[in-house]
């Protein structure tokens, strides 16, 4: 699975903003570039397009920022990455029409979509409590 670095920064926005839900405090685009190693620039264009989507909200000013519409757990890595990537492309460009390409082609579609309703399976609150769970099974010597 090959995964873009604007969909995986937009990824990692998300878990960023989810992780802050309900705070009723926005996170600064410095916040999530610093942390991340994101261009800040790159960063804006990809929330102005969650935020054309729905997912996020900004809010101006000196205390401003972003945070989440919908709470973490109605928002799946699949919305996010369709959003951010559009639908899927075509699977295969082969131009053969043989009956063995098709067959191929047929199956390269039916892994997307396994694939797909995975990453549509897995919400970021599921995801920020993974990051709960990694960090409380740290040990520091």
């Given at each position: 699975?090959k995964?873009?670095?604007k969909?995986?920064?937009?990824?990692?926005?998300?878990?960023?903003?989810?992780?802050?839900?309900g705070?009723?405090e926005?996170?600064?685009?410095?916040?999530?570039?610093?942390e991340?190693?994101?261009?800040?620039r790159?960063?804006?264009?990809i929330?102005?397009?969650?935020?054309?989507?729905?997912y996020?909200a900004?809010?101006?000013?000196?205390s401003?920022?972003?945070?989440l519409?919908?709470?973490?757990?109605?928002?799946s890595?699949?919305?996010?990455?369709?959003v951010?990537?559009g639908q899927?492309a075509?699977?295969?460009?082969?131009?053969?029409?043989?009956?063995?390409?098709?067959?191929?082609?047929e199956?390269?579609?039916?892994?997307?979509q396994v694939?797909?309703?995975?990453?549509?399976?897995?919400?970021?609150a599921?995801?920020v409590g993974?990051?709960?769970?990694?960090?409380?099974?740290?040990?520091y010597?």
């Amino acid at each position: 699975m090959k995964v873009s670095a604007k969909t995986e920064y937009a990824c990692l926005a998300m878990l960023e903003l989810a992780a802050h839900y309900g705070s009723n405090e926005p996170v600064r685009i410095r916040t999530i570039a610093d942390e991340h190693g994101i261009p800040s620039r790159f960063l804006v264009q990809i929330l102005l397009q969650l935020k054309g989507a729905g997912y996020v909200a900004s809010t101006r000013g000196a205390s401003g920022g972003y945070q989440l519409v919908k709470p973490p757990d109605e928002v799946s890595l699949g919305e996010v990455m369709t959003v951010i990537e559009g639908q899927d492309a075509e699977v295969s460009n082969t131009s053969s029409n043989s009956p063995t390409a098709r067959v191929l082609k047929e199956t390269w579609r039916e892994v997307a979509q396994v694939e797909y309703d995975t990453l549509r399976s897995i919400t970021f609150a599921e995801l920020v409590g993974r990051i709960h769970r990694q960090s409380e099974n740290m040990f520091y010597i």
